[in-house]
């Protein structure tokens, strides 16, 4: 089992910033490639950004590209989520998600591919 706690979320001003972490504890030995999702209210959960197990790979949203950048880093044991020029349309509740997985280049966008979700952090926006 994995538990991922997220952070960093909280009330910024448009054209503002936020960076999103992911703590992993449990059986972080095993190989994880992981994704951000975010869910508004009256929404479904999407896709934001995902990142590979060996971190090469990466896949952005539309609506994000250019704007967030998602990193790892296995040898510190970090997981972010860097958000910049936040828009009131990105307000959520942001999520950090592991999907065991074997292949070093394997990404996923599809949230019923993941297996270990953490509970959420807040991003609000204000205009």
């Known amino acids: 089992q994995v538990q991922l706690v997220e952070s960093g979320g909280g009330l910024v001003q448009a054209g503002g910033s936020l960076r999103l972490s992911c703590a992993a504890s449990g059986r972080t030995s095993w190989n994880y490639a992981m994704g951000w999702f975010r869910q508004a209210p009256g929404k479904e959960r999407e896709v934001v950004s995902a990142i590979s197990v060996s971190g090469r790979s990466t896949y952005y949203a539309d609506a994000v590209k250019g704007r967030f950048t998602i990193s790892r880093d296995n040898a510190k044991n970090t997981r972010d989520l860097q958000m910049n020029s936040l828009e009131p349309n990105n307000a959520a509740v942001y999520y950090c998600?592991?999907?065991?997985?074997?292949?070093?280049?394997?990404?996923?966008?599809?949230?019923?591919?993941?297996?270990?979700w953490g509970q959420g952090t807040q991003v609000t926006v204000s205009s």
């Open positions: 998600a592991y999907r065991i997985e074997r292949r070093p280049a394997y990404i996923s966008a599809r949230r019923d591919e993941y297996d270990y």
